[in-house]
């Protein structure tokens, strides 16, 4: 879909990992008028900015994308002067202060958008549609001994992403958390085991790593005469339906569920970011509701803090 009669003027505030042709293909669809930047890159299409006042001025919407500039007093002068805003990280902002965030959105009619590259995947977008109720979610994400493990936080890297796409599965109010986790190689947690009960009677566990072998990244979840495993290392949704079989009777040697397997082209970040920036422009212009509402996030970030207090108690250092 696409709308030609709403452009926006945007700013954007850091260099993150957007490019040239990212701003040429969103200019192209005409989703983008004017385009700013405040310490960004030196592009040609980029009106080099001096502060956030400028900013403010000559901007429909803001996109920050470095964790240095993604601040609560940043991202709040920018909400204020009712502007809407897109959040690449989130690292350096509490929940409490989300929470503010999301309040003074309301009030001033914007919308705040954070970043789930995850949500955006050829995998995940193929769930769009399908009815979707399972009892049994089960999350591995390790990440293979690199040498650079040590700069992936494992709470705000890894399982915070994953646990607002389970959120976003289960659809339902958290009931309890439990959470675990040792350091075997570092101070801080290397390997974690988290279980999250919904009151709706959907459980779900989730193993993260980074110290593994091999990287592995899949949510398989179970609901009645189904079963889905999202490969986002291989871009694969495997569909295992069971109805018809069970229906028919006991299974003969040799027999199979019904097994359906979808690969998907490999996308590079580019392309899932250039589809979270078309997510932002359509809750902007059509107030449809983006895959990165604050709401939810502020939910899954809640239910992270709950972790972190359970390993609080549970860590075992090395």
Known sequence: MQINSKSLNIGIVGKGDFSEELIHNLQQKKMLG????????????LITLRNFEELELSSDAVLIFDPEFCLYENVVEVVKSC?????????????HELKKISAFAKEAGVVVQISNPMKYTNVH???????????????????????????????????LPDIDIVLSL????????FATGVGVLFDD??????????????????????????DVHKIRFFQNSYYYT???????????????????????????????????????????????????YYCIVLGSTSGGNIDQFIEARNVTDLVVDQLERNFRRK
């Not at 289960?170 to 958390?177: D, I, L, Q, T, Y």
């Not at 871009?235 to 690969?263: C, I, W």
Request: glycine share 4%; hydrophobic share 30%; proline share 3%.
């Open 170 to 177: 289960a659809n339902s109010r958290v009931k309890s958390v």
């Open 189 to 214: 947690p290397d390997v974690v085991n988290a279980r999250i009960e919904f009151y709706n009677g959907c459980n779900a566990s989730l193993s993260s790593s980074r110290i593994a072998d091999k």
């Open 83 to 95: 502007k809407h805003i897109f959040i690449a990280d989130t690292t350096h902002i509490s929940r």
């Open 125 to 159: 977008a193929e769930l769009k549609g399908q009815e979707v109720e399972p009892h049994i979610i089960e999350c591995s994400h390790y990440i293979c001994r690199k040498g650079q493990q040590d700069k992936l936080s494992l709470i705000e890297d890894i399982l």
């Open 34 to 45: 004017m385009c700013c930047g405040l310490y960004s890159h030196p592009f040609e299409e």
């Open 230 to 280: 999202l490969n986002y290392q291989n871009h694969s949704l495997r569909v295992v339906k069971g109805q018809d079989k069970l229906m028919e009777g006991p299974f003969t040697q040799g027999e199979e569920l019904a097994d359906e397997t979808n690969y998907h082209e490999t996308v590079n970040r580019q392309e899932i970011l250039e589809k979270e920036l078309e997510s932002f």
